[in-house]
Structures are given as structure tokens and as C-alpha cells.
């Protein structure tokens, strides 16, 4: 009775409109409560379309343990570490020189269009080919599993625009050689070489982990190959 509503002509109608608010509010809570069930339900569903992927890949053991390929795309960061995996387990790095596994891994450091795509030379061409292959097999893995998945852009996506730049850089070649090479940006340039210095470190550390020293050592050299001149440079304002 002590508060000034208490004797209003309006405490019905006010009275009312805040019960009307209040079951609102609950009704609210028990809708919020029910889009999180659902979501939960969705995000377990996706949950399971991707272990199976893993159990495909043989990623884990049907009982989810985690096998080596596990532990190595764990490792991996700066790329698609399910395609990456794949390539260091099928062996599609053995035959390469450290200038060609470079300038594979562009494809997973370069993530822009260009205007002119160019024709690649054996060298190049036969080791994307091969890992195009992987990738439409992992895609149509994942799209078995029930994810949703464009193979074609799945495959597509891993950019091979500047394969022959980084195996021309990794040559011996000048930044303004491999600027006449591409419209890509000067800019654009750099920071593709930085991620592929990055990539190519995490690949040196899985080769650690599987004990496999014939890649450490064949990424060490491309490492080296790669960080020289402007690119390593660590700041452009210099």
C-alpha cells in the first residue's frame, strides 16, 4: 500500500499490462530454451557427420581415438590440415624438390583470383594434378558423410596462380622477376610467401612428430629456398 501505484485509477490496467509483460518474458525463455535444444541437436548431428569424415581418413579409430594422421593435423594451422595430412601419408611430397613441394604449398597459402591463370610447365603440373586427386577424394568423403560440400569448389579452391612464381623465387629469381610473372599485387605477394614460411615451419615440426627426416630436411631446404631478400624483410617501410 506504500507505493504510489497502490491508489491510481490506473493500477488495473497497469496491473495487467505487467502481467501480460511477465508472461511474455517467460514465453520468451522457454522459446530461447527450445532454439538452444535444437541447435544442440543440430551442432551434435554435424558433430557426428565429422568424425565419420576422421574415421574415413582413418583419422581416429571407430572408438574416436585419435591415430597418428590425427595428431598431425592437430598440428596443423595455416592450411587445410586434412588435405596436408593426406599428401604427407600417400608420399606425395617423396619425389618432389624442395622448390616443388614450395611451390605446391602455394596453393594453400594463395587464396585470391588472378586474371591470367598460366599454363604450368611438368614440373608443377603433374604434382597438382596428383593433389587435385586427393582432394576430390577427401570431398567426396565428406559429401558421403552427409556435409554439405561442392566438390568441384572444393578442389578449385586450393589456388595454383602462383605455383611458378615461388618455384622461380625458390630458384634464384629477383622480386621484380617474379612481379613480371603475375598481376598479382606486390603486397599480395609478401604475404603469400609469409604464410607458405609459416605453413612450411608447421610441416617441419609434423615431421618431428611422425619421425620422418627425409621431409624435415626437404622442408628445411625449401624454407631456406623461400626466405631471402624482400621477403624476409620485417618491415616493408625499411
Not at 552427409?146 to 623465387?169: A, G, N, P, Q, T
Amino acid at each position: 500500500y506504500s507505493n504510489p501505484l497502490a491508489q491510481s485509477v490506473r493500477l488495473k490496467e497497469l496491473y495487467e499490462k505487467y502481467s501480460k509483460k511477465l508472461a511474455l518474458s517467460n514465453d520468451i525463455k522457454q522459446l530461447k530454451n527450445k532454439i538452444n535444444g535444437a541447435q544442440a541437436v543440430i551442432q551434435l548431428d554435424d558433430l557426428r557427420r565429422r568424425k565419420r569424415v576422421l574415421r574415413r581418413l582413418g583419422f581416429c579409430t571407430p572408438n574416436d581415438i585419435i591415430e597418428l594422421k590425427g595428431r598431425v593435423a592437430c598440428e596443423i594451422s595455416s592450411g587445410d590440415e586434412l588435405l596436408l595430412t593426406e599428401l604427407i601419408f600417400n608420399g606425395n611430397f617423396n619425389e618432389l624438390t624442395p622448390e616443388q613441394a614450395a611451390a605446391l604449398l602455394s596453393c594453400f597459402a594463395f587464396q585470391e583470383r588472378c586474371k591470367e591463370a598460366p599454363r604450368l610447365k611438368p614440373e608443377l603440373s603433374e604434382p597438382l594434378k596428383a593433389m587435385k586427386e586427393v582432394a576430390a577424394k577427401i570431398a567426396k568423403i565428406i559429401k558421403d558423410s552427409k556435409i554439405e560440400i561442392v566438390e568441384k569448389d572444393y578442389v578449385e579452391s586450393f589456388r595454383h596462380e602462383l605455383m611458378e612464381v615461388v618455384y622461380e623465387w625458390c630458384k634464384g629469381a629477383t622480386f621484380t622477376q617474379i612481379c613480371k610473372m603475375t598481376d598479382v599485387y606486390e603486397g599480395s605477394l609478401i604475404r603469400m610467401f609469409k604464410r607458405l614460411e609459416e605453413m612450411i615451419k608447421e610441416l617441419i615440426d609434423v615431421s618431428n612428430t611422425i619421425g620422418n627426416s627425409t621431409l624435415r630436411e626437404k622442408m628445411e631446404a625449401a624454407l631456406n629456398l623461400i626466405h631471402r631478400d624482400i621477403v624476409s624483410a620485417g618491415s616493408l617501410y625499411l
